[in-house]
């Protein structure tokens, strides 16, 4: 189960109506916990919904969705996606054994000692709990545009894990402080995102020197090629390296490593 709403890092949200930098909790409610969130300079209130999540998009209608996005927001796709199709994703598209434990080598090795994290596209919270496996102590906010999966994501947190906490907002307009985070983790979202604003995002919560690690779909030629042109009509992209260094670059990230295997590719990024 996810952490109590009393233990927020309020200090790390940002009002989305003022841009004030650090946020309230509201007294506990009858229930013993607090329910709200609100903003100290404008008063703006943020609900915390049931598995624990500070919302900050509110209306569903007000989300404008592709295809690609909106079956995250379908009923069953959270269960079934972390349980049926995620732990064998990697071994599956680049052909190789690529399990859970070299996934989870690999992104805890990028991130080095990087504190607090925010998890990106986080879904049902498959890569916050690759991170918080090695180390519970670390401080997480797993973050995505659909409900249904931060249900999947509390329901999956371990006792022990005291700093983990879930968002609900957007990519390109994160609700959270300037220069506070060191890092930003996204695995299996990138190519659902609108890049270039997400990026610049991803960039202006970095400290200097934090780090953006990135596992996503990456562009490839042949029969991969038609397939990738025809998932692109629902809202997917699909990039190079030297094209995504460039929309890293003008974001103000620094490309620093590459791997790749195949469809899939793991990239690693810095802020100057």
């Known amino acids: 189960m996810l952490t109590s709403p009393s233990a927020l890092p309020v200090h790390l949200y940002r009002c989305l109506s003022c841009g004030q930098e650090g946020l309230a909790q509201t007294p506990r409610c009858e229930q013993g916990q607090p329910?709200?969130?609100?903003?100290?300079?404008?008063?703006?209130?943020?609900?915390?919904?049931?598995?624990g999540a500070v919302d900050f998009i509110g209306n569903p209608s007000d989300l404008h969705l592709?295809?690609?996005?909106?079956?995250?927001?379908?009923?069953?796709?959270?269960?079934?996606?972390?349980?049926?199709?995620?732990?064998?994703?990697?071994?599956?598209?680049?052909?190789?054994?690529?399990?859970?434990?070299?996934?989870?080598?690999?992104?805890?090795?990028?991130?080095?000692?990087?504190?607090?994290?925010?998890?990106?596209?986080?879904?049902?919270?498959y890569w916050s709990r690759l991170l918080l496996a090695a180390d519970p102590q670390r401080t997480v906010v797993g973050l995505d545009n659909a409900a249904g999966v931060l249900v999947e994501a509390a329901q999956q947190a371990q006792p022990n894990w005291h700093h983990y906490t879930l968002v609900r907002a957007r990519a390109e307009q994160l609700p959270l402080a300037s220069g506070a985070f060191g890092a930003v983790?996204?695995?299996?979202?990138l190519n659902e995102l609108p890049l270039d604003p997400s990026l610049q995002e991803i960039a202006r919560i970095l400290k200097p020197g934090g780090v953006?690690?990135?596992?996503?779909?990456?562009?490839?030629?042949?029969?991969?090629?038609?397939?990738?042109?025809?998932?692109?009509?629902?809202?997917?992209?699909?990039?190079?390296?030297?094209?995504?260094?460039?929309?890293?670059?003008?974001?103000?990230?620094?490309?620093?490593?590459?791997?790749?295997?195949?469809?899939?590719?793991?990239?690693?990024?810095?802020?100057?």
């Open 185 to 189: 983790i996204s695995g299996a979202s």
């Open 35 to 51: 329910d709200r969130i609100y903003c100290p300079s404008c008063g703006q209130i943020y609900p915390i919904l049931a598995s």
């Open 66 to 125: 592709s295809l690609a996005q909106a079956i995250a927001h379908s009923p069953g796709f959270a269960w079934s996606y972390d349980r049926l199709w995620r732990p064998w994703a990697l071994s599956l598209l680049t052909g190789e054994s690529f399990g859970a434990e070299r996934e989870g080598k690999l992104l805890t090795e990028w991130v080095g000692a990087a504190d607090p994290v925010l998890d990106l596209g986080t879904a049902g919270g």
């Open 212 to 272: 953006f690690v990135s596992m996503h779909s990456q562009q490839i030629q042949g029969w991969g090629q038609t397939l990738q042109q025809w998932l692109g009509a629902t809202g997917l992209r699909f990039f190079s390296e030297s094209e995504l260094q460039q929309h890293l670059h003008q974001a103000g990230l620094q490309l620093e490593r590459y791997l790749s295997f195949g469809w899939v590719a793991f990239a690693r990024a810095v802020r100057s």
